[in-house]
């Protein structure tokens, strides 16, 4: 669960400083779809970031899973961060010039399990995502839709509960940013994965359950959607 209070965070630059996030409270408990949307600018990628421990913020506090995210050591934050969240990015973030394979065991590396074991668990997420024909070839041979599986199997492989996915349709067709939500709806239904999207497509956030709209660093609207 993510408990967010009364967040306040900053940008400096230079001299100016720039509010991207003004008391920012939010509560999304486990198992959630929750769709993030608001013009470009407003601060989504900034409060995706907050909630995947990636950056500070300035004030306020963070409760993930009932601990205090403020007060903790980088290192224990990283941690948290390779075995609870899977990230997924509008521009794929993957190593073109090698294997899906190979990218989706990455998470994994720096673990303690055997190679084998490794491999076994990658298949298995790549088999999840459709790509079970795919598992040797580059990624610079994929489809966009296929990278994006790809993505999303590398956000699962450490046993991610939490998938936050930033404009995951963003260089999709409207097709393929489809099955992309499809999927990422299956993750969420059928394997309770809670899944935090941003996007600026109302068709998009859709497939969630639950629509949060930021408007200049504030929540301006937090709605239930009806399924
Ligand atoms: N590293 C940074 N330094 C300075 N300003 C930033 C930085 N990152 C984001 N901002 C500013 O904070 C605001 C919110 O940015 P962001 O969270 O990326 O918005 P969104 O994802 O909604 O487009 C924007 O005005 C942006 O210019
Ligand atoms: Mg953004």
């Known amino acids: 669960m993510i408990e967010l209070k009364r967040i306040n965070k900053y940008y400096k630059t230079g001299k100016n400083m720039f509010q991207a996030l003004k008391d920012v409270s939010l509560t999304i408990d486990d198992g959630e779809f929750v769709s993030i949307m608001g013009q470009s600018g407003a601060g989504k990628s900034t409060l995706m970031h907050i909630i995947g421990t990636l950056d500070d913020f300035d004030s306020g506090s963070y409760m993930l899973d009932g601990e205090l995210v403020n007060t903790m050591k980088d290192k224990k934050k990283s941690l948290l961060r390779s075995s609870k969240i899977g990230f997924v990015m509008q521009d794929f973030a993957l190593i073109n010039h090698e294997t899906v394979l190979y990218n989706v065991m990455l998470p994994m590396y720096f673990s303690n399990v055997k190679y084998s074991e490794m491999k076994k668990i ?40 939490m998938i936050l996915a930033d404009e995951p349709t963003g260089q999709l067709d409207s097709n393929t940013g489809k099955e992309i939500m499809e999927l990422l709806k299956t993750l969420n239904e059928e394997d309770g994965i809670t899944v935090i999207l941003v996007t600026h497509d109302l068709s998009i956030s859709e497939y969630s359950r639950r629509r949060i709209v930021l408007s200049d660093g504030k929540i301006v609207s937090d709605e239930k959607l009806e399924k």
Do not use: E, Y
């Not at 024909?133 to 991610?160: E, M, P, Y």
């Open 122 to 161: 990658a298949i298995d997420k790549i088999m999840h995502v459709g790509l079970g024909d795919q598992v040797t070839k580059k990624v610079n041979q994929l489809s966009g839709g296929q990278k994006q599986r790809v993505a999303i199997a590398r956000a699962l492989v450490a046993g991610a509960s």
